[in-house]
């Protein structure tokens, strides 16, 4: 999963035996390699990060956040 600097999740790289770098890599495809490093580079300096999770969950807690009428609780917080 992936993880705004908030602590919401807006992304995840299905299990493919991925290590950390290859869904990175993944996620932030631009194409090309410079491309792909300058998107990944840029969602680390905004506190993006990454975390392995089981299903349950992925399907318990995180799902939701990955919905498009999910509203960040800490908007108002961090806005």
Known sequence: MFFE???CAFGLVEDRD??????WQDF?????????ERAI?????AGVTTELVDHDRYV?????QLRSDWVCPHAAVTA
Do not use: S, W
Not at 29 to 36: C, I, K, Q, S
Not at 41 to 45: D, E, F, H, W
């Open 5 to 7: 600097a908030c602590g």
């Open 41 to 45: 580079g840029k969602a680390v300096a």
């Open 18 to 23: 991925y290590t950390r770098a290859q869904a």
């Open 28 to 36: 932030y495809d631009e194409g090309t390699r410079v491309r792909t």
């Open 60 to 64: 318990n807690d995180l799902m939701p």
